[in-house]
């Protein structure tokens, strides 16, 4: 994963310090959305405005 935000890169220790935390929290929150189908929706909406409008990155779910 490339930390960004928006279009400026973060310090390289910062960069390393949230991509090392990424991998705990996607194990640790993997089946948070599992149960909650309006939660999901709420936020693959979301997402897609985000995308449609160019304003940054969206995760993919894997």
């Not at 994963?1 to 910062?14: D, F, N, T, V, Y």
């Not at 991509?19 to 089946?31: A, C, N, P, R």
């Amino acid at each position: 994963m490339r930390s960004e935000h928006g279009s400026r890169r973060l310090p390289p220790r910062s960069s390393a310090s949230y991509d090392t935390v990424t991998v705990d929290y996607g194990k640790l929150l993997s089946t948070e959305l599992a149960d909650k189908p309006l939660d999901r929706a709420m936020l693959a909406a979301f997402a897609e405005l985000v995308r449609a409008t160019g304003a940054g990155p969206v995760a993919v779910p894997r």
